[in-house]
């Protein structure tokens, strides 16, 4: 008799698998500049069909300053933008005392499972994530303020920090699938909210 044990049962076997038998038809094999500049035009081109339509008009940032703190080093300031009509992504905004205009500008892009933007900008809230940042060196929008670059941390929608009354936490593992029923990627939707981040005021 055949045991449950002697089965694979998890899909990441099976992906990898696929991933190896599969053709690398957009791989880089460019031998001069016009070849690489028509193989980039051709992996931007299957990219964007892949993220799915960005909304078809840019709205104004509309940016709303919501608190500015003076730490040592650096000026923080917790703005508001629009991001498409009506809908709206907080953000971090470091700004080193040393540095002048022009600004070198990052964007500085928090993880998943953690305390989403709070924790890079190096705002701990308890002992535990206190820890958390310092093991795995995780105030990487802090440090690089620190080396004089002006940097943007958005707050990405549906991760920590991004809730509010309108939209609580409990809330979150469900937009992915209320977007795809709205004809959204999800994917589409972050990189649009990353673009919005790096747009100038």
């Given at each position: 008799?055949?045991?449950?044990?002697?089965?694979?049962?998890?899909?990441?076997?099976?992906?990898?698998?696929?991933y190896?038998?599969?053709?690398?038809?957009?791989?880089?094999?460019?031998?001069?500049?016009?070849?690489?500049?028509?193989?980039?035009?051709d992996?931007?081109?299957?990219?964007?069909?892949?993220?799915?339509?960005?909304?078809a008009?840019?709205?104004?940032l509309?940016?709303?300053?919501?608190?500015?703190?003076?730490?040592?080093?650096?000026?923080?300031?917790?703005?508001?933008?629009?991001?498409q009509?009506?809908?709206?992504?907080?953000?971090?905004?470091?700004?080193?005392?040393?540095?002048?205009?022009?600004?070198?500008?990052?964007?500085?892009?928090?993880g998943?499972?953690?305390?989403g933007?709070?924790?890079?900008?190096?705002?701990?809230?308890?002992?535990?994530?206190?820890?958390?940042?310092?093991?795995?060196?995780?105030?990487?929008?802090?440090?690089?303020?620190?080396?004089?670059y002006?940097?943007?941390?958005?707050?990405?929608?549906?991760c920590?920090?991004?809730?509010?009354?309108?939209?609580?936490?409990?809330?979150?593992?469900?937009?992915?699938?209320?977007?795809?029923?709205?004809?959204?990627?999800?994917?589409?939707k972050?990189?649009?909210?990353?673009?919005?981040?790096?747009?100038?005021?």
């Open positions: 008799m055949a045991n449950i044990s002697d089965f694979e049962l998890t899909t990441l076997p099976g992906l990898f698998r696929w190896d038998q599969s053709p690398r038809q957009l791989g880089f094999r460019a031998q001069s500049r016009v070849e690489a500049e028509t193989w980039q035009r992996l931007r081109d299957v990219i964007m069909r892949l993220l799915g339509d960005l909304p008009e840019t709205p104004a509309d940016p709303h300053l919501i608190e500015v703190v003076d730490t040592e080093h650096f000026r923080r300031e917790y703005v508001v933008i629009q991001t009509a009506g809908e709206y992504m907080p953000c971090y905004v470091l700004i080193p005392h040393q540095a002048q205009p022009p600004y070198k500008p990052v964007i500085a892009l928090h998943h499972g953690s305390w933007a709070r924790g890079i900008v190096c705002m701990a809230a308890s002992d535990l994530e206190n820890d958390f940042i310092k093991l795995l060196n995780y105030d990487y929008a802090q440090q690089l303020a620190l080396r004089g002006l940097v943007f941390a958005p707050v990405l929608r549906g920590a920090g991004s809730q509010s009354v309108r939209n609580p936490p409990s809330s979150t593992p469900t937009i992915p699938y209320q977007m795809r029923e709205c004809g959204y990627r999800p994917v589409s972050l990189a649009w909210m990353r673009y919005c981040a790096a747009k100038p005021c």
